[in-house]
């Protein structure tokens, strides 16, 4: 109903304060009554149903707000403002739109739909939707079909805690819409207390079979301009996504939907877990750089990938027709430490990017991951790899624990890292290829069993080592093999041990020295050759 500013409720001049009304229908349990351009003013609780109310401005000064719809509740536009009480929020069967609206409120604010989106949108980066309490929570809770649960874009949320839960049974549109469970766009902004904790969960079940969608999915491919989100407090979000549908492989716990987008977290100890189906990116042509940016101000952040069943590999960054063309991962900087632990039982690789950087973040930073079948962290193809001081630790059942292959467009640079590969029957770390320098700090592989080699290292152009501590330990293989071209600079020490039937070390490539003392090579052999040198040293 258009209202043309007239108000619809206004008990100023009246003793008796509040409003309470049932405006729904039995022949009619989801319809209801929306009241366009107009106003409430309300000196008590507003307790309504079958209302809802677009463009306006309502204001309860002494009381709570109550919304309770069998239908939809639009507050496209609209502007809530409840000075000493609580927000309710009820849809049970559609969406709650808050598209360019905003609540405030001192007590908590509640926003519940039982089969349909709870959308908060603003208008841009600049002007946002704003859901605020000043002494209460936030609690949000979108079930929904075959679409999204909670969809947030250029919005900025406040309180003490806040609790932000999605489901779906697709968290999709189609191929180029893919949204999620909890869907964030645009700018948004979560803020909770310094005593406070926030939380966001996503929950999807793809049994529609609908292509690329996730529990939590961040950007919108193809719908132009970045994802930046800020976390300020202590937030785990958890993704959780699973299948039962023919199409498990496009099910992701959390989903990177395009690529140069940032994440900011703010005080406090925050996390991001992948409980089941793993991480995925997808970027577009027009995507520069390709980058998921971490940004850490005075926080501790953990990102935990469990996928234990999943189809896909744990962490995937980079597609296969791509990984020589672009340089596809994450950047973590700023001020604060950063742990990623990720765990697969999975014949495909348990990381899988092309670009980490870590030069640019004051505090620690730990890569830890195991694969209890292949290969743990995969680095390959258009590599660009700036590691500073990091821990690298990478566990492979069949495959490598450390792998990195780059080609002569890639630039990877590992300087006083501590870098350890362990595998049961294949190689430790595999460092091959161009523009590769590590310069002191340590690498560490170990192969337990069968033929594999526990540190090999290939040079192509431009591979140099310069003071690093390398160290090997192979059973049939070689505790550390050495090929093609490298430059070995100022006392880079390299140690191998084969216990089996494998040589202590074998240099079957070029070692040249430009700077400082070279190299020294020391190996160690029950049966094999202590040192075994075919190339020129």
Same mark, same amino acid.
Do not use: E, Q, W
């Given at each position: 109903m258009e209202m043309n500013g007239t108000a619809i409720f206004d008990d100023s001049a009246k003793s008796d304060k509040g409003w309470t009304h049932d405006y729904?229908?039995?022949?009619?349990? $989801?319809g209801g009554w929306i009241f366009n351009n107009t106003s409430v003013t309300a000196g008590g609780d507003v307790n309504l149903k079958g209302v809802a109310f677009t463009n306006a401005t309502v204001t309860v000064s002494n009381g709570s707000l109550t919304l309770d719809n069998g239908g939809a509740v639009? &507050?496209?536009?609209?502007?809530?403002?409840?000075?000493?009480?609580?927000?309710?929020?009820?849809? %049970?069967?559609? $969406?709650?739109? &808050?598209?360019?609206? $905003?609540?405030?409120?001192? !007590?908590d604010i509640t926003l519940k739909t039982d089969n349909g989106t709870v959308l908060i949108s603003g208008t841009n980066a600049t002007v946002k939707a704003n859901i605020t309490s000043s002494d209460g929570d936030i609690m949000i809770t979108g079930n929904s079909g075959n679409s999204m649960g909670v969809r947030l874009v250029n919005a900025n949320l406040t309180?003490?805690?806040?609790?932000?839960n999605g489901s779906a049974i697709g968290g999709s549109n189609d191929d180029m819409a893919s949204f999620g469970a909890v869907s964030l766009f645009g700018a948004d902004e979560f803020h909770v207390a310094n005593t406070g904790h926030g939380e *966001?969960?996503?929950?999807?079940?793809?049994?529609?079979? &609908?292509? !690329? $969608?996730?529990?939590i999915v961040i950007g919108q491919i193809f719908a132009g301009g970045d994802t930046n989100v800020v976390f300020d407090g202590s937030f785990?979000?958890?993704?959780?996504?699973f299948t039962t549908g023919a199409k498990p492989s496009s099910t992701y716990d959390i989903f990177f939907n395009n690529g140069s987008s940032s994440i900011t977290f703010k005080?406090?100890?925050?996390? *991001?877990?992948?409980?089941?189906?793993?991480?995925?990116? !997808?970027?577009?042509?027009?995507?520069?750089?390709?980058t998921t940016n971490f940004i850490l101000d005075g926080a501790d952040f953990g990102f935990n990938v469990l996928s234990e069943t999943a189809p896909n590999p744990g962490l995937s960054m980079v597609g296969t027709s791509e990984v020589n063309k672009y340089s596809s991962g994450f950047a973590f900087s700023g001020n604060g430490n950063a742990q990623l632990n990720m765990h697969t039982n999975s014949p495909e690789e348990a990381i899988y990017l092309n670009r980490l950087t870590n030069k640019d973040l004051l505090g620690n930073f730990s890569l830890n991951v195991t694969n209890d079948i292949g290969d743990a962290i995969v680095m390959l193809g258009h590599t660009a790899v700036n590691l500073v001081n990091a821990t690298i630790t990478g566990i492979s059942g069949t495959g490598a624990g450390f792998r990195l292959e780059s080609t002569d467009k890639s630039n990877v640079s590992l300087g006083n890292n501590t870098i350890t590969g362990?595998?049961?029957?294949?190689?430790?770390?595999q460092l091959i290829g161009n523009n590769i320098t590590l310069s002191n700090g340590t690498l560490n592989g170990t192969t337990t069993s069968g033929n594999g080699s526990g540190v090999v290292l290939t040079g192509g152009s431009n591979y140099t080592l310069d003071g690093v501590s390398v160290t090997g330990t192979a059973a049939a293989g070689s505790g550390i093999a050495v090929n093609g071209t490298l430059t070995v600079n100022n006392g880079t020490v390299v140690k191998g041990l084969a216990t089996g039937g494998g040589n202590g070390v074998t240099v079957s490539g070029d070692l040249?020295?430009?700077? %400082?003392?070279?190299?020294?090579?020391?190996?160690?052999?029950f049966s094999g050759d202590g040192v075994k040198v075919d190339g020129d040293t």
């Open positions: 729904s229908s039995v022949d009619t349990p $989801n639009p &507050l496209t536009g609209t502007t809530v403002t409840v000075n000493d009480g609580a927000v309710s929020v009820h849809s %049970g069967g559609g $969406n709650i739109d &808050l598209t360019k609206g $905003n609540i405030s409120a001192k !007590r309180s003490i805690n806040m609790s932000i *966001m969960n996503g929950y999807v079940n793809n049994y529609l079979d &609908l292509t !690329r $969608n996730g529990a785990d979000i958890k993704g959780d996504a005080g406090g100890k925050s996390s *991001m877990t992948s409980c089941s189906h793993g991480v995925y990116t !997808r970027f577009s042509a027009y995507s520069a750089t390709h362990i595998s049961k029957t294949g190689s430790g770390i040249v020295t430009d700077s %400082g003392d070279g190299i020294s090579i020391t190996g160690t052999a």
